[in-house]
């Protein structure tokens, strides 16, 4: 598995492109970043809907800092991270010694449509300041209204430029059903985004961390991790082109 650091070139200002990685709540973005990262750096499965934005960068060394209101960084751990009021919190910092992050910085945001609109507002407002995103939709219910009415109402320039992740694909093993799935996305979505990919997360974030030469190619190939690298791949360099200013 060829997984390198994509080529990019130096943007305006020197600011890294950033993609948001978004959609509703247990939607598969945490899961989906762990295996772009091929690392469980985010934790996954503790309802998410109800958590702050997190913006993951390069660092020398691991850290995790919540930036309050204020703009003061405190260090702080997951656990301690997701007792604090998500009104005192503007976003965690997430620091990390990842190849990937040299190119890019990657922003998590909060789950849309959880019914609180203090929260829908900051997966909006998270998603206006970025030059890209990956929109993840489960496979079981991919594409549902609520997503849709909820993605054009961001930019024509940054729905172009962004990926729709059809996530989940472990459920439904049916080759012929995962053929029909794909076939209802392309009609119905597909003019929404620059790319749609299919990805069974968990198979991708796995054969990110086996060591057995040609098992993890395999898996990251039939798991749809490297398809979606390569449209990462993709944004990043079609993201440094543009000029534009550190906006988060």
Known sequence: MRAGTPATRPRSGGALPCIAV?????????????????ARVLPTGVGDGVCPTVL???????????EHNNHRRVAVDWASAARMPLHSIRRLRLGLPNDLLKSTRLVETPGFATGCEDVDQRA???CRRVDAGIWCTPAMQAWKASERDAWVSLSKRMRARSILAITYMDAIPSQRDRERLRARILAEAAAYFGKVVMIANKHAARARELAVPGTNEALWHASGGAELWAAVRGLIAASSQSAGADRL
């Not at 978004?22 to 091929?38: C, D, M, P, Q, Y």
């Open 22 to 38: 978004t959609g509703e709540s247990r939607s598969g973005k945490s899961s989906l970043i762990n295996a772009l990262l091929g």
């Open 124 to 126: 909006l407002g998270a």
């Open 56 to 66: 993951i960068s390069y660092a020398a060394k691991r850290s995790l800092t919540v």
